[in-house]
């Protein structure tokens, strides 16, 4: 599956954003979805996954509140609205998608990777 994220950008502290990562390619619907982030000098991290049904979600800690991770499968799309942004969230995001069979935050189970988008929040 191939998959194409959008909607980065730069935002005041406090913003937000919508991102959106649109799949082609092989049945959507067949993967659990994901939002990584990875900014400069740090390691990719887990941001956001959703079941291939999307009833259920998972969030790293520091989002928790702020992030929601949603997905239309008549669409091939998965999206992450961003709200409260702070500085510490600029990185550029990732989604990717997992054949696994199950909704995980393990990089290392997904088998498909969007190209990123960049992500700045301003103090």
């Known amino acids: 599956v191939q998959l194409q994220a959008s909607g980065g950008g730069l935002v005041q502290a406090g913003g937000s954003l919508r991102l959106s990562c649109a799949a082609s390619?092989?049945?959507?619907?067949?993967?659990?979805m994901a939002w990584f982030r990875q900014a400069p000098g740090k390691e990719r991290e887990f941001v956001a996954a959703?079941?291939?049904?999307?009833?259920?979600?998972y969030y790293t800690d520091s989002v928790k509140g702020r992030f929601t991770i949603s997905r239309d499968n008549a669409k091939s799309t998965v999206y992450l609205q961003m709200n409260s942004l702070k500085p510490e969230d600029t990185a550029v995001y990732y989604c990717?998608?997992?054949?696994?069979?199950?909704?995980?935050?393990?990089?290392?189970?997904?088998?498909?990777w969007g190209q990123g988008t960049q992500v700045t929040v301003s103090s």
């Open positions: 959703v079941s291939r049904s999307g009833i259920s979600t």
């Open positions: 390619g092989r049945t959507f619907s067949a993967y659990d």
């Open positions: 990717a998608g997992a054949s696994v069979g199950f909704t995980t935050n393990e990089a290392d189970k997904y088998d498909y």
